[in-house]
Each structure stands twice: as C-alpha cells, then as structure tokens.
C-alpha cells in the first residue's frame, strides 16, 4: 500500500496523481503498486511539488524493522532521521523573521 499526503501542491499534481490513486482526502492519496509505479509516482511529485509544497511518501515493505518506509520533499520542519535501523521524524527549529 502506498499512502501520498501533499500540502501546498498545484492542481496539475494532484490530477495527476487521482489518475492512479484514490483521493481520499483532500491533498491524500493510497493505492496498491509495486516499486516501478511508486518510484515514477514519486519522479512526478519531486518534478511538479514546487517551491513552496511539500510532500511525504509511505509505503509498507518487509525490507525495515517498522515494516514502512517513507520518503519527503519540499518545505517542512519534518526531517527524516535514521537510528539504529529505524526511519524517525525530528522537526527542525523554527526560522526566525529578522528584526
């Protein structure tokens, strides 16, 4: 199972990807395929998210401890880590407005 969740993405992306995937929410998207679909869904989000979107990418897989694995993109606070094995989430600092 894939599970796609966009925030800021333009409307040319997520039409695209409700050719593939049910949209189940608005800017969340799941299906069923394989690795080729799931890397060339993943070549279309990374090429059409622009500056200002964001993107993170899951899917189950038996290769991790966790049984998912997850890819991001864009502009978030979100960052993925890697301990010991397993993929976590740290969130970044804020950015501070100059004075």
């Known amino acids: 199972m894939i599970v796609i969740v966009l925030e800021n993405a333009p409307p040319r992306l997520r039409g695209r990807l409700s050719l593939w995937l049910t949209e ?3 800017g969340t998207f799941v299906g069923t395929y394989g690795r080729r679909q799931r890397e060339r ?3 279309d989000i990374t ?3 622009g500056r ?8 189950s897989t038996t ?3 966790s049984g ?5 993109t864009g502009d ?17 600092p804020r950015e501070e407005a100059p004075a």
Not at 52 to 59: D, H, I, N, T
Not at 77 to 85: F, K, N, S, T, Y
Request: glycine letters at 4%.
């Open 47 to 49: 090429a059409l998210i």
């Open 68 to 72: 998912y694995d997850f890819l991001v």
């Open 41 to 43: 869904f993943w070549s």
């Open 24 to 26: 189940i929410r608005a």
């Open 63 to 65: 290769a991790t401890e």
């Open 76 to 92: 978030d606070r979100r960052v993925p880590v890697l301990l010991d094995g397993f993929a976590l989430v740290r969130f970044a």
């Open 52 to 59: 200002k979107g964001s993107a993170v990418m899951a899917w």
